[in-house]
């Protein structure tokens, strides 16, 4: 009598599992849940760089859109900015806005063509990002003129690739 309960227990709670799985294997199948879902989009350059941005798919290639804070009590010259594809290391072609000094509030907006092939749209991409900027501080610098030391900036943007 025992083994007979036994054997009705592990059926009875052996096939809630097996259903249990299906469903689960059938929704992840099917798209709805995604993990690419579970990811979200960051752009994180520090406390004192915030930033915005887009990557899209336009005419066969991907395209960024980037937009950087100055967070520093003090003006800013952007010396350079690089955004690079983690996996593959390639990087964006990036143009710059024109006048690279920033005062303290201020943003620029960067845009970019990826120089690799188009990234499938819809895809969660890691990127690494890095600035290096020049202080122009009244306290460091003389006058009008922006410090000579450099100061690096590295960060990380995770983004959904936005279809055409």
């Not at 752009?43 to 520093?72: A, D, R, T």
């Not at 593959?88 to 710059?96: E, H, N, P, R, V």
């Amino acid at each position: 009598m025992k083994g007979q309960s036994a054997v009705e227990y592990i059926m009875t709670y052996g096939w809630a599992i097996l259903a249990l799985i299906i469903v689960t294997v059938a929704l992840l199948g099917s798209g709805i849940v995604s993990p690419n879902y579970l990811i979200s989009e960051e752009c994180n350059l520090g406390s004192n760089v915030p930033c915005n941005f887009i990557v899209y798919n336009e005419g066969g290639v991907s395209k960024i859109s980037l937009q950087i804070f100055n967070g520093f009590q003090y003006k800013i010259r952007i010396e350079d900015l690089a955004i690079e594809l983690k996996e593959t290391g390639d990087i964006f072609d990036l143009t710059s806005p024109g006048s690279t000094e920033m005062e303290s509030g201020e943003s620029l907006e960067y845009t970019g063509t990826f120089q690799g092939s188009e990234l499938p749209a819809n895809s969660i991409k890691r990127f690494s990002a890095k600035i290096t900027y020049v202080s122009c501080a009244p306290e460091i610098s003389e006058g009008s003129a922006c410090s000579d030391s450099e100061h690096t900036i590295s960060g990380k943007i995770v983004a959904r690739i936005v279809p055409e």
